[in-house]
């Protein structure tokens, strides 16, 4: 019987209620999903590798499903590759989103044709939903509770408040 490994990369910085989602419904998809959370210093990550990694693992844990919750710091296909994955899971939100993960499946399928990418749909009601825009919201003092969970609207309200 095979076992079907799926990982699902990102930043989640921070994880919202969108990527929950994609995480919820691409636990049913696989037999074990691998959240992969990346270092990627060249976005300049409001939260730590650390603290990501601990938000998603803690946002994570009553999910049904066998999940693992692991940092990388390589080339997608590298990390898909050593997880031993079959399949690369994905979000997709709108257009812009397309155009760029479009380009982006395309080179990985060049660099490791044996890892399909796959894509989910956003949920109709958290497509609107990006990390970018709920810093940007948080920042200028409004309200997140609506894309993030409960403990996320703390940590990004007490990252704000040491900062200040
Ligand atoms: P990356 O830096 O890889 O884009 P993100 O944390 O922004 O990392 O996103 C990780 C994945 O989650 C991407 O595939 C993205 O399209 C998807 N995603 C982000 N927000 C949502 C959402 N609201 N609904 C569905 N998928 C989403």
């Given at each position: 019987?095979?076992?079907?490994?799926?990982?699902?990369?990102?930043?989640?910085?921070?994880?919202?209620?969108?990527?929950?989602?994609?995480?919820?419904?691409?636990?049913?998809?696989?037999?074990?999903?691998?959240?992969?959370?990346?270092?990627?210093?060249?976005?300049?990550?409001?939260?730590?590798?650390?603290?990501?990694?601990?938000?998603?693992?803690?946002?994570?844990?009553?999910?049904?499903?066998?999940?693992?919750?692991?940092?990388?710091?390589?080339?997608?296909?590298?990390?898909?590759?050593?997880?031993?994955?079959?399949?690369?899971?994905?979000?997709?939100?709108?257009?812009?989103?397309?155009?760029?993960?479009?380009?982006?499946?395309?080179?990985?399928?060049?660099?490791?044709d044996r890892i399909e990418t796959v894509f989910l749909m956003?949920?109709?009601?958290?497509?609107?939903?990006?990390?970018?825009?709920?810093?940007?919201?948080?920042?200028?003092?409004?309200?997140?509770?609506?894309?993030?969970?409960?403990?996320?609207?703390?940590?990004?309200?007490?990252?704000?408040?040491?900062?200040?």
């Open positions: 019987m095979t076992h079907r490994i799926g990982v699902y990369p990102g930043t989640f910085d921070p994880v919202t209620l969108g990527h929950l989602d994609i995480v919820r419904r691409g636990a049913h998809l696989v037999d074990k999903l691998v959240i992969g959370v990346t270092t990627n210093p060249s976005k300049e990550p409001m939260f730590t590798i650390a603290e990501r990694l601990a938000m998603v693992k803690r946002e994570v844990a009553d999910i049904p499903g066998d999940i693992a919750v692991v940092e990388f710091d390589s080339l997608l296909m590298d990390f898909a590759e050593r997880e031993g994955a079959a399949l690369i899971l994905r979000g997709l939100r709108a257009v812009a989103d397309f155009e760029y993960e479009y380009q982006m499946a395309g080179m990985n399928q060049q660099l490791n956003a949920d109709v009601s958290l497509q609107p939903i990006a990390s970018r825009l709920v810093k940007e919201i948080a920042r200028y003092g409004g309200a997140i509770d609506k894309f993030v969970p409960p403990a996320v609207v703390e940590d990004v309200a007490k990252h704000l408040k040491t900062r200040r």
